[in-house]
């Protein structure tokens, strides 16, 4: 039986593991989806400059609707094909 505040965090793994699989797919990009801390999931974009830097995405529900928030930017989770080359625009990646 799954507990209130386990449902947000499937969620929110569930959309960044999408992000991180587009990214690969589409857009060439590594990245690496992380468990900081008990219930948080970040999924981590590689910079293609070196030195490398590492561009961080976080899936956030904001008045019920979940948005990837990156780099002082935020794209609806909706559409992942856009969040993907946004976040690799902003990574440096082309």
């Not at 793994?13 to 999408?18: H, N, R, S, T």
């Not at 990214?23 to 970040?42: D, I, N, W, Y």
């Not at 995405?57 to 993907?84: K, N, P, S």
Request: overall charge positive.
């Amino acid at each position: 039986m799954m507990s209130v505040d386990q449902r947000p965090h499937e969620v929110r793994f569930g959309l960044l593991a999408d992000l991180c699989y587009r990214l690969g797919e589409r857009q060439r990009c590594t990245s690496m989806l992380v468990h900081p801390k008990a219930g948080e999931s970040v999924l981590w974009v590689a910079g293609a400059a070196w030195p490398r830097q590492w561009l961080g995405v976080a899936a956030v529900d904001y008045r019920g609707r979940w948005l990837y928030a990156f780099g002082g930017q935020w794209c609806a989770a909706a559409d992942v094909a856009e969040t993907a080359a946004r976040v690799a625009w902003t990574a440096g990646v082309r």
